[in-house]
């Protein structure tokens, strides 16, 4: 699926790279040998479009405006390039076929390494938006029964809880999923769909 979203950017005829700081560049000359600056990160072959309106500048002077006007400017990229999109509680790519906890936690952290991660609700905005999707959120008692923390360690994170939520059913429910009522502690290892966040903080290890 990774495959179709890139073949649809205007990079289609380079080989994206994997998204890492390894191939983070601000010019040309920053990158290996045959690899080109596009977007803030070296890739192979020729400069082909950038999207939007930075095709109006030289491709490095574009990218420098641009990360001096947002620093996020270059993981926001990456992070639509891997299936992101914007709403109005952040970057979210939602997931709606079933996993459990720790492989949608995995999947999430590999969109792009150290900015993507299992959705952390940092806005009621963002949890409107989880809640039209639902699904695992990052947010887990998985190392100490009762104590809940999330992926990032964000402070001040939302955690509407479901009337009589979390309840530790069975004894064994350690993870975090959003129903239609709000936030429900289930097991784990249950299959449920999922929303990836890109803000550009790092999943904890
Ligand atoms: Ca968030
Ligand atoms: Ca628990
Ligand atoms: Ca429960």
């Known amino acids: 699926m990774r495959r179709l979203l890139l073949a649809s950017l205007t990079l289609a005829a380079c080989d994206f790279p994997t998204p890492s700081e390894q191939y983070a560049c601000r010019v040309t000359a920053d990158c290996e040998s045959g690899r080109v600056c596009t977007a803030g990160y070296c890739v192979v072959g020729q400069q082909t479009t950038m999207p939007d309106?930075?095709?109006t500048l030289p491709k490095d002077a574009a990218v420098d405006a641009m990360i001096?006007?947002?620093p996020f400017a270059v993981t926001r990229q990456q992070c639509l390039a891997a299936?992101?999109?914007q709403d109005a509680g952040g970057l979210h790519r939602a997931v709606m076929t079933n996993a459990s906890w720790l492989n949608a936690a995995a999947d999430c952290a590999n969109d792009v390494a150290g900015a993507t991660?299992?959705?952390v609700l940092s806005s009621q905005a963002e949890v409107d938006y989880v809640k039209t999707r639902l699904g695992w959120v990052g947010l887990s008692d998985r190392a100490t029964e009762g104590q809940w923390v999330n992926v990032t360690g964000e402070p001040n994170d939302l955690r509407p809880w479901d009337s009589?939520?979390?309840?530790?059913?069975?004894?064994?429910?350690n993870c975090?999923?959003?129903?239609?009522?709000?936030?429900?502690d289930d097991q784990c290892g249950?299959?449920?769909r999922y929303v990836c966040e890109c803000d550009g903080r790092p999943p904890m290890p």
């Open 117 to 119: 991660h299992l959705v």
């Open 164 to 173: 009589g939520q979390p309840d530790n059913g069975g004894g064994n429910e």
């Open 190 to 192: 249950n299959g449920h």
């Open 68 to 70: 001096d006007a947002d």
């Open 53 to 55: 309106a930075a095709n």
């Open 176 to 184: 975090a999923q959003m129903k239609v009522g709000g936030l429900d």
């Open 83 to 85: 299936g992101y999109t």
